[in-house]
């Protein structure tokens, strides 16, 4: 089936700095990508619609400043999150659907710490 | 996409059947019911949709109320490894955007 990869798996960084996130279809081409947080005993938040060549639609609430979605190409689509801060650390996931089916596919996700 | 209602938890022995029920009270015609699996520290994984009739795979089946109004995934014999948060969704066939998360049913299975 598709595959999505998605990269680091696990990063730590300091408070103010910024982190990349990315999100690539392995054997597909994607011209939407999806971008979710989790934190700890709770569901997955969707935060961002990634368009290929477009601007990203983000869900209500979500800082688009703070968290900068590019999806320059049809396989890739990164998110950076800029000037971390503690209350940024969660789980972040991406997904596209698949080409064939109805399924979506997932990342196996970013376990972002800021200390 | 209207809205589904899971328990939030459910335990099962291994190799027994573990049956996940889904409200769905306020379903439209075009909703397809979509279910996904999230084991720990793991991005969520699809298990199963349909629309009207009942489903089985590899992973699972899922069995549709004749109203539409729920439905109950069904692993057949739990194993250790199906111990997961189990989330049920609508999702309508017209849009093939975003998809949202409940809170899911977390399955806890007993050796």
């Known amino acids: 089936g598709a595959v999505v990869s998605q990269h680091p798996s696990r990063v730590i960084c300091k408070s103010g700095t910024s982190v990349k996130i990315e999100c690539r279809s392995l054997?597909?081409?994607?011209?939407?990508m999806f971008w979710y947080r989790q934190f700890p005993k709770q569901s997955l938040m969707l935060m961002a619609t990634?368009?290929?060549?477009?601007?990203?639609?983000?869900e209500q609430g979500v800082e688009k400043d703070k968290f900068l979605i590019n999806h320059a190409s049809l396989t890739l689509s990164t998110l950076t999150v800029t000037s971390a801060h503690p209350e940024d650390s969660s789980f972040y996931i991406c997904?596209?659907?698949?080409?064939?089916?109805?399924?979506?596919?997932f990342g196996s996700g970013t376990r972002l710490t800021v200390v | 996409d209207a809205k589904t209602t899971q328990p939030n938890s459910m335990e099962s022995n291994e190799e027994e059947p573990v049956h996940l029920p889904c409200n769905h009270s306020t379903i439209s015609g075009t909703d397809y019911i979509h279910w996904y699996r999230q084991l720990p520290s793991q991005g969520p994984e699809y298990v199963i949709h349909g629309l009207t009739s009942n489903v089985n795979n590899r992973m699972a089946s899922l069995a549709i109320a004749e109203d539409r109004k729920s439905s109950t995934l069904i692993l057949h014999r739990a194993t250790l490894r199906d111990a997961a948060v189990y989330y049920c969704?609508?999702?309508?066939?017209?849009?093939?955007?975003?998809?949202?998360f409940g809170a899911g049913t977390q399955v806890v299975v007993t050796p």
């Open positions: 969704i609508l999702k309508t066939t017209d849009s093939w955007g975003k998809l949202q």
């Open positions: 997904s596209a659907r698949e080409p064939e089916g109805f399924g979506y596919t």
């Open positions: 990634s368009n290929e060549g477009s601007k990203a639609t983000y």
């Open positions: 054997d597909f081409q994607a011209t939407t």
